[in-house]
């Protein structure tokens, strides 16, 4: 009997996409039914292999539970749509007022989005956390790209012989930055897409488009510190197409939260994604024709997808712990 | 015959799910999933059947409006196992849909009744 039912409700578990505590609840309420109606047809005297499988039979196709399960448990409350939806407002906030150009107000503000990432990590990561999650990194990514200053400069030297090469201390704290930056997105990331591919990507929804920003006003005026520094007005131009898609972006969260259907938090997801993210590149770049926003929109919808490969690869978290 | 018998529309039932969970759960004061499954069956004269793992989808919807409560208990075995008692809400909610449902059996009744003469 044990093997039968923890192979069916592993299955249910492995379809849940629900935190651990939760999924553990479900799982124990499932089990005590199931044990109950073993023991019940046991005593009618049915043979423990018959029960069992009678029982499953009568309980419904494990995929079919999982699914109505999730649907009854996945729609978060609008207090946590709200909170979901809130990196997102202050970053497109910090575009909308040009502020993203004052260094302490950048660093308060991205202060302020990780200490509410970790708490919603120490709280057993909800689903309104993902969102705090995805700009929490972006901090590590600034500075990763901050920091190439050093590595230009000994560069240059080594290849050129001008100028001075940076301090090997300076490298080392470079490295060291670099592999922290790019271990916090992947583990991340994995860990995100073993409990649910579509929060992983909810998650690094405003990456690419941030990154490919700051890539764009790093190279338009040599380094990021530089430009954070100068107040350059030029650079405003693109702050109106930021702040749209960051209040975009908040807007797919509030869906993703209190919609039920696992296929509408996807499309959300991955529409906006796509089609806000396409749009506000094309603004960068201007000019582009229909294939290289083609061309744009696959690689956005390969990034944004790629926690589904992901977890196919690293499995699940269930699949390593005991039932 | 007997299939004749429970013959119905399943979104007929799908839809006053909730209906009967609540009754049962304010009637028995307080119930688990498989004694309301057990209760409904016996009930129905096992008219109503459905899969039995989709009553817990169903009851944490209640429970996500606020019609009922949920509650673990630990057993003597030391399983646990969860009960759900109707609240405030979902008792209001109950009359309600039992004045609706009664108006509406009745005006059924009344178009349906073979034609007198």
Known sequence: ?323 | MADANRSYDSDLLRGNTDSLLLFLINEMGQAYGYRLIKEIEVRSAGYFRFKEGTVYPALRKLENDGLVEGEWKKLPNGQERRYYSITDKGRGLLQEKLAMWRSFASAMALVMKPAEG
């Open chain 1, 1 to 323: 009997m044990q093997a039968e039912v923890a192979v069916y409700l592993d299955e249910i578990r492995s379809h849940l996409h629900l935190d651990r505590e939760t999924e553990s609840r479900i799982i124990s309420e499932l089990y005590s039914h199931l044990q109950e109606k073993v023991a019940e047809l046991q005593e009618r005297g049915v043979s423990e292999l018959e029960a069992t499988r009678e029982a499953l039979a009568s309980f419904g196709g494990a995929r079919v539970i999982a699914r109505l399960t999730y649907e009854a448990y996945s729609r978060g409350s609008w207090m946590e749509a709200l909170i979901s939806c809130q990196p997102h407002m202050i970053v497109a906030a910090l575009f909308a007022t040009h502020v993203w150009r004052q260094p302490v107000m950048v660093g308060a503000a991205f202060a302020a989005i990780v200490l509410i990432a970790l708490l919603g990590s120490r709280r057993g990561t909800p689903t309104w956390s993902y969102s705090w999650m995805g700009y929490a990194v972006f901090p590590f990514l600034i500075l990763t790209a901050m920091s190439w200053d050093p590595v230009v400069r000994t560069v240059t030297y080594v290849a050129r012989g001008t100028g001075e090469p940076a301090p090997v201390w300076e490298l080392a704290l470079l490295g060291v930055l670099c592999v922290f930056s790019i271990w916090l997105v992947a583990s991340t990331t994995v860990r995100s897409a073993r409990r649910d591919w579509i929060l992983a990507s909810l998650m690094l929804l405003p990456i690419p488009v941030l990154a490919i920003w700051l890539l764009t006003v790093s190279h338009s005026d040599g380094f990021v510190v530089n430009l954070l520094r100068s107040f350059e007005v030029r650079f405003s131009r693109w702050d109106t197409a930021m702040a749209y898609f960051c209040a975009t972006l908040g807007i797919a969260s509030v869906l993703f939260i209190r919609v039920r259907q696992r296929v509408f938090k996807a499309g959300s997801v991955l529409a906006v994604g796509i089609v806000g993210g396409a749009a506000v590149l094309r603004s960068f770049w201007g000019g582009a024709g229909v294939l290289e926003i083609l061309l744009l929109s696959l690689a956005l919808l390969a990034f944004l997808t790629s926690p589904l490969l992901l977890r196919s690869i690293v499995g699940r978290e269930a699949a390593a712990r005991p039932s």
